[in-house]
């Protein structure tokens, strides 16, 4: 039929609680392989990629689907220069890394999908020094903070907008009155 996924029969590691069936399936839940019982498609336990034959995702595998192209977006964001401090890496300083956010092994850790770890909002440009200063810690939120504030005045340079209401306004009606 159309539309409606294919049931794979799994031998499962135990009975299904409910109906005592040892046949069942796998499907994916976020970045979770769950097997439910193929007879009353109840869910029986969460399987680990090892046991379902899937590649298992690790910091490396997470890290490896970074493509250049995004790569070289998230560095065009941060302007070229490290998002938590500042730094423009040259020479002998070292090179831009792109970091997480919510570092990979965290994100694995709670369950976050491989697409949301590499999400452009969890990446950021970070010198050596920050980024693997920081290892498998998430960045605290002050610097989170920071990060988002250069992030928001870049944008709003960019576009042209203004930080605030002016007194140079086409109209009279909409102009800023002190």
């Known amino acids: 039929m159309i539309g409606i996924p294919t049931r794979e029969p799994y031998t499962m590691r135990a009975p299904c609680p409910s109906c005592g069936c040892t046949v069942g399936y796998v499907t994916e839940r976020g970045a979770q392989d769950v097997v439910r019982c193929m007879s009353c498609d109840r869910h029986c336990y969460n399987a680990p990629r090892t ?3 899937k590649a298992v995702r690790t910091v490396q595998t997470v890290h490896e689907a970074i493509k250049p192209k995004q790569r070289a977006r998230i560095l ?3 302007g070229f220069k490290c998002e938590c401090c500042g730094k423009v890496p040259r ?10 956010v ?3 092994k965290r994100g694995l850790e709670l369950g976050i999908s491989d697409a949301e770890i590499n999400d452009d909002e969890n990446l950021i440009a970070a010198c050596s020094e920050c980024n693997l200063g920081l290892g498998a810690e998430v960045i605290p939120v002050r610097a989170l903070v ?3 504030m250069a992030r928001l005045r870049g944008h709003a340079s960019a576009t042209g907008a203004s930080s605030g209401p002016t007194a ?3 109209s009279n009606k909409e102009s800023f009155q002190p």
């Not at 020479?91 to 997480?100: A, D, F, I, T, Y």
């Open 51 to 53: 046991e379902t034959g």
């Open 76 to 78: 065009l964001r941060g």
């Open 91 to 100: 020479g002998s300083q070292g090179e831009l890394h792109v970091g997480h």
């Open 102 to 104: 919510v570092s990979v």
């Open 146 to 148: 920071s990060v988002l």
């Open 168 to 170: 140079s306004s086409g």
